[in-house]
């Protein structure tokens, strides 16, 4: 092989990161021309623009439009290698992180952003009925359910099954829960209506169960009222104060009463990746490493801990919210001290959370937004989601691409990515 | 449920068509007014632009941009009910088809357009190690596998190993192989070589193994010469007069020595679905029913092959090739037949096909096209298959969205659909 190509020079300072996500990239970005060599290991190989993944799991946007290949990103920067590789745990004493199969690497600094997946607070055979939305695959199996549910309705005479594979059951009414029922109350709704012949779609009950008394909980009253309400109007029936008690192939059980139902999703909990487990660091009750205001592990400088793997208060004492804003300004921060610490300088003031806003959807045309003091709803604020939404993506023709979908959707009311795939066959 | 909508009249003829490919669904779309009821059942919800299936193995084009909902597609037909089953036997004589599950649907008119699948001519033990294209589970199989290799390749130390992740090899030099290689070919060449630190991609072999004398076997020798020396020019090794005797998870075996290669690629031979085997045809020896000249099962007149099932000459008594336009014109004819005999009138004549021309593209920017008297090469003739394809595929959007993606691939040299979906975990 050719190796007097592009590859960074030994000696320098070496950053590992672990994890693709909005943390690590932002590091690695905010660390161009820092003199430093770096090492971004993900176990994917495509950086996945999470907040638009309920919209391929919905079939609005298809699965390529909001992913992509992280090596592409850093095409252009000889200082960053990237390896597609599981890490299985971290010796923060000889400095070294574990891939699987064996294989060591040794860092100068350890960034650790490894995110979060969904919990079902320790129900974990829930896993299987219930299906959280946080990759790829979580997003075209969810897919696969919805639609494939609407096909058996149709397929089956009895009627029972058929209201059960009719019910759509979302649990936990935070963004995520509200704008997947959003979307799937608008495909039973609007989209799917003209095209079976056995069932109206429109009599599809799509359910949103939350435990705690409204939905969009992190939201102002009167946004939360108003998305409760534009939800209803859409055909969305919202259970609010109980949380759910099982989750079976049949359905879920809700105080005390069994509900007949096809498709649950799970919006409802996340936990930490295993990272404060590799480096033995104490964590908050999501698993989250307790870290310095400097978003170091307590006992080794050398590794940070970034986005939704750490665990960060902001000034009021509230925790910081585990949305791409935060993970970006850890990772930017992270950089900055690292950049600091190589040139010798003073490091810079400790880490402080900045929260721009909060954003959700409601259907196709429809948001709330809360910057503050400014407050959107409606049709305003889902133009004002769309092009903060556009504007952050990566990639020039991802954005182009995205905004096609959209636009094309909003116009014609047509879904543009309703495939079913994988390996699950049709049967009654 | 409300059954007021859109269900067909019950007593209407009713034609039930098994296959939603470009033999169904033009024989449904062919019958539109004919005053019959129809039901089109398909494993698969979407029809799937199969011409198109090698550029979503790689990597040229997403996955949503070449499949359709097929129930979309009939969405303003009410005479046509869309059932996402699988038909595992056919009653000729009680004229029903038998669902998996158990459920029986009677029908007036049969039309069996079921389609071919890849064949190992009898090393079934091969499908493993090189897997065909035919759907799109197989594409996004095909295009993990090619990335991986290079993400492979990237990450081990050892050099034969690294050596058998660059080398790939597609078997069967018809327009398939032809298409792939030249698509791979560019990946390693000028896609990927900036975006690897160990490896360099360019030195990637690309193997095309044909065990016949040339590549392109059913185009004029001067477009099968003018397709290899272009090839060659992309970097493609080219094995012409020797079969494959072995595939493993190592490599291939070629007349008599191992070539050590971890991505294989089949597009070497077809097998007709079962669809004769259930009404008891006789059949050709790639599992063709063999039919009258109306395209009808030679026992049983209401039962109409068409499409890659049914074994056609043409007027000079030439097999009909396995191509789309073909399946249109079989699927179009079955529908003519059924209307006359419907309206009690004569028969059309018997079934004669139509070669429009042959096509096959080489690289992103090249092709050769056989229209008879007229032979194109070059760009000029990719040109020619470009705007053939876009034309001919289903649904404005994706009309749209394919000439943007391939825009986008031509002016860029960028592929927007990099991505590794699917549960194989890296490894080394």
């Given amino acids: 092989m050719n190796t007097e190509r592009t590859k960074p020079v030994e000696n320098l300072h070496h950053v590992v990161i672990v994890g693709g ?21 993900d176990q994917r190989n495509h950086h996945l623009f999470q907040p638009l993944l309920y919209q391929v799991a919905t079939t609005i946007l298809p699965t390529s439009e909001i992913a992509w290949p ?29 891939l699987t199969g064996g294989r060591d690497i040794s860092y100068d600094t350890l960034v ?26 979580d997003a075209t199996n969810i897919r696969r359910r919805i639609l494939l549910a609407f096909e058996r309705a149709e397929l089956t005479n009895d009627p029972d099954l058929r209201r059960a594979y009719l019910t759509f059951a979302v649990i936990g009414a935070g963004p995520t829960g509200v704008e997947l029922v959003g979307i799937i109350a608008e495909l039973a709704q609007r989209v799917l209506p003209k095209e079976f012949r056995h069932i109206d779609t429109r009599q599809a009950r799509v359910l949103l169960v939350e435990a705690g008394p409204k939905v969009l909980p992190s939201f102002p009253g009167t946004l939360s009222e108003y998305a ?3 939800l209803v109007k859409l055909g969305v029936e919202i259970k609010l104060g109980n949380p759910v008690t099982q989750c079976s192939g049949d359905g879920i059980q809700l105080d005390g009463a069994d509900i007949g139902c096809k498709t649950i999703i799970w919006a409802a909990g996340v936990q930490a990746s295993p990272a404060s487990e590799w480096i033995g660091s104490t964590s908050d009750r999501a698993g989250r490493a307790v870290v310095t205001d400097t978003l170091t592990a307590q006992q080794y400088p050398d590794i940070f801990l970034v986005g939704d793997t750490a665990s960060v208060t902001d000034r009021a004492g509230k925790p910081v919210p585990g949305i791409a804003p935060a993970a970006k300004q850890m990772g930017k921060y992270a950089a900055r001290v690292i950049r600091a610490r190589c040139a010798n300088k003073a490091p810079p003031a400790p880490f402080r959370y900045l929260h721009a806003g909060s954003l959700a959807t ?25 092009l903060a939404h556009i504007y952050f993506l990566i990639g020039t023709r991802s954005r182009f691409a995205v905004a096609w979908s959209w636009l094309w959707s909003f116009f014609t009311g047509h879904n543009s990515a309703r495939l079913i795939t994988g390996d699950e066959k049709p049967k009654v």
Wanted: overall charge positive; glycine content about 10%; proline content about 2%.
């Fill in 228 to 230: 409760q309400k534009s």
């Fill in 21 to 41: 996500g909005f943390a690590g990239i932002q590091c690695a970005k905010s660390l161009k021309n820092a003199n430093t060599r770096i090492t971004l290991i």
């Fill in 362 to 386: 409601i259907g196709r045309r429809s948001a709330v937004a809360d910057f503050g003091k400014l407050r959107f709803k409606g049709s305003f604020a889902w133009w004002v989601w769309g």
């Fill in 70 to 98: 992280l090596r592409r990103l850093f095409k252009g920067r000889d200082d960053v290698t990237t390896l597609l590789a599981k890490v299985d745990d971290v010796d923060p004493v000889a400095k070294q992180v574990r």
């Fill in 112 to 137: 650790l952003a490894t995110g979060a997946r969904h919990s079902y607070f320790g129900n974990d055979s829930w896993a299987a009925h219930a299906p959280g939305l946080k990759t790829i695959e």
